[in-house]
């Protein structure tokens, strides 16, 4: 972090706190959104595709024109929307790297310095000043949430893509 970080006697610490906590929980809540989009999906295209290749032995090459090119546009819909949902709940890492003399925010931070032989003194050093920390790790979260909300907002509109050319695919045979 090229920013000043240090705060005068730890003024800021309890809100960096609530937010850090505020945005954990948002990172819970978009993976549990991106989930259970997932599974309406899989459901969905099971049963769509059962009704359609159920009892008249339907295929995609019985279709019109239109009806095809339709039924084509919602599975590449379908199929980006399920690639956009599952990078929603992809573990994300941040970039930042630990460093030696560094606190300690996140699961990577304590691995690297544990590799060091440095994770007590890290901690000592995030306990006595842990603000720092607080404002790596809500830079870090606040990136998760923003590219979860990101992924989850264009497999929606791809998802909403593909319903309506299947529609139409449906509707025009």
Not at 155 to 172: E, H
Request: hydrophobic share 50%; glycine share 12%; charged share 15%.
């Amino acid at each position: 972090m090229d920013q000043d970080t240090s705060v005068p006697g730890g003024a800021g610490t309890r809100t960096a706190e609530r937010l850090l906590t505020e945005l954990r929980d948002e990172i819970g809540r978009a993976d549990t959104k991106a989930s259970i989009l997932i599974a309406a999906m899989g459901m969905s295209s099971g049963a769509l595709v059962s009704l359609m290749a159920g009892e008249n032995g339907w295929r995609p090459g019985h279709l019109s024109g239109i009806g095809a090119a339709s039924w084509w546009t919602g599975c590449a819909g379908w199929t980006a929307a399920l690639v956009c949902l599952l990078l929603a709940v992809l573990p994300r890492y941040r970039r930042h790297v630990w460093a030696a003399g560094g606190t300690v925010s996140h699961f990577q931070d304590i691995r690297t310095a544990a590799l060091a032989g440095e994770l007590s003194v890290a901690l000592l050093r995030t306990e006595r000043d842990p603000f720092p920390a607080l404002v790596g790790a809500l830079s870090s979260n606040a990136g998760i949430v923003a590219a979860k909300h990101r992924w989850i907002r264009t497999g929606l509109a791809l998802f909403g893509t593909g319903v309506l050319a299947l529609t139409v695919a449906a509707v025009t045979g």
